[in-house]
């Protein structure tokens, strides 16, 4: 039995061999030519299934089958999107063109988006870790069915009321465009980092501050949009190949920033006045937040690289404690937001600051709480054990 | 002075394993066997290796036909520098956390090779 398996998985590399570069075929035959000297059975069978994992990874067949079901996924949203936009909204609704303009440019951005994710700078390419991946893809994959669940408000929304898009305005609509993309490229392009190559005797700081000021200003003209892009903008560099950001972080954010949003969904299902769900939107949620977020804080702190000086070692603890309670915070906003629950868009914008607090103080208590050292591990390719 | 002395631990292993018979042209399965990797890890670190023109490949002449790697000139020289880096760096580790004493030892048994 294992004999025959050997030879159909022979075969099989064989055959799979081709969906290499012709530069990389040789390896393959390599480790077909090698499988004769493992024992026959079982080991050359796993031989030659490792021989076939390592075309997997180098034709790259797992991420042609996801890039693949995720450009159908995205057209598939798109279309959805599109069709709910010039169907669901009746004719006299006085925000059905307003809703429209901004689908348009919402595709044509999504559209733009894998050009500027792949491309290597501050946005791309993704990161190896398998976190990166999931973090940026289900972010992107949430702000897309949170844009959905908007323009599906025109459903439910009186026909002649303008409670939220209002009615189309071209100078708003425009200026409000142009006031985003100035902010995205002065982030982008004269961000601190433009502003040290140029003048290399200027203050990052100010160029931080501008950015800030300009951010704001695009806030209160279009709060929704500013908040999307520049949540599109942080996932892209904190999951990008250059991020500071470890995968440690990356993956402990979320899913205390889940477990947050869990939680707080819980407590605004229970029955409320007005006034105890304002509080609970505007107290309680973001003390959930931090609270939540410090775990996250602590383990992003405990896995950050060590360094010599124990006060960089510090600063680089803390660093990681605010990033992962960053993405807690940003995701426990987004998570609520995504599931239409109350106290979401204002979670997206408090949720990161009480994240960002819970981290900090997380990695605090991990730097007062080192971890004691494991029995034994690699450690720059030196396999150290304390036996 | 090589550019990049610190590698994972699979490609240190695998550089490691090169480097104690630096004559010798080397078979695949010979050196899973030593470093205990799997197929699917080894050959992805010898194809990077192989790129940074660290390891050289070639195909014996005889039958059966078997790929051999060798590490190149420069292979040698970084293969040397991730030693010393990684002695000086274990040797740090252990200063660090100096109870208990750490013992060092390098590279891995491979699976299979009593403890």
């Known amino acids: ?387 | 002075m090589p550019a990049r002395i610190r590698f994972s631990a699979q490609t240190f292993a695998v550089l490691a394993a090169l480097a104690g018979q630096p004559a010798a042209w080397r078979h695949g399965y010979d050196l899973a066997r030593e470093t205990g990797l799997r197929p699917g890890t080894l050959y992805s670190i010898l194809i990077r290796l192989s790129d940074q023109q660290l390891v050289g490949a070639r195909w014996t002449d005889g039958e059966p036909r078997r790929h051999q790697y060798q590490l190149t000139p420069s292979g040698r020289a970084v293969a040397a520098a991730a030693s010393a880096d990684s002695a000086r760096r274990a040797a740090q580790t252990a200063g660090r956390h100096s109870a208990p004493l750490r013992r060092i030892a390098t590279p891995r048994p491979a699976a299979g090779e009593g403890s």
């Open chain 1, 1 to 387: 039995m294992t004999e025959f398996l050997s030879s159909a998985l022979a075969a099989i590399l064989r055959g799979a061999a081709r969906a290499l570069p012709a530069e990389r075929r040789q390896w393959a035959e390599a480790i077909g030519a090698e499988a004769a000297s493992a024992p026959p059975g079982r080991p050359q069978a796993e031989w030659l299934a490792g021989g076939l994992w390592l075309i997997a990874k180098e034709a790259n067949v797992v991420r042609r089958i996801g890039y693949g079901i995720g450009i159908v996924a995205v057209g598939a949203v798109v279309s959805w999107v599109l069709w709910l936009s010039f169907r669901a909204a009746p004719a006299a609704d006085v925000e059905a063109t307003t809703d429209r303009a901004r689908v348009l440019v919402g595709v044509s951005a999504m559209l733009v988006l894998p050009w500027v994710g792949r491309r290597r700078g501050l946005f791309g390419p993704v990161g190896d870790s398998l976190a990166a991946r999931l973090v940026r893809i289900s972010t992107l994959a949430a702000l897309c069915a949170v844009g959905i669940w908007l323009v599906g408000l025109d459903r439910r929304s009186n026909v002649n009321s303008v409670v939220g898009s209002g009615h189309f305005n071209w100078l708003q609509e425009a200026g409000g465009l142009a006031l985003i993309c100035a902010i995205l490229m002065f982030t982008v392009l004269a961000g601190p980092r433009g502003v040290q190559a140029r003048w290399p005797q200027a203050d990052p700081a100010m160029a931080w501050m501008i950015t800030a000021m300009a951010a704001m200003v695009a806030f209160f003209v279009a709060p929704f949009q500013t908040v999307a892009v520049g949540y599109v903008a942080a996932v892209l560099a904190a999951t990008a190949r250059r991020s500071p950001v470890i995968p440690a972080a990356l993956a402990a954010g979320p899913l205390c920033g889940l477990a947050a949003g869990s939680a707080i969904f819980g407590i605004t299902a229970i029955n409320m006045s007005e006034s105890t769900g304002m509080f609970v939107a505007l107290i309680v949620a973001p003390l959930v937040t931090g609270t939540l977020a410090a775990p996250a804080g602590a383990v992003a702190a405990w896995r950050a690289a060590a360094i010599e000086d124990p006060r960089e070692f510090r600063f680089a603890q803390d660093k990681q404690g605010m990033l992962a309670g960053l993405a807690a915070g940003a995701t426990t906003g987004l998570f609520l937001m995504t599931i239409a629950s109350f106290p979401g868009m204002l979670l997206m914008i408090t949720g990161p600051v009480a994240g960002l607090l819970g981290g900090v103080t997380g990695a605090t208590f991990a730097a007062r709480h080192p971890r004691a050292p494991r029995s034994g591990s690699f450690q720059a390719g030196v396999y150290t054990s304390s036996s």
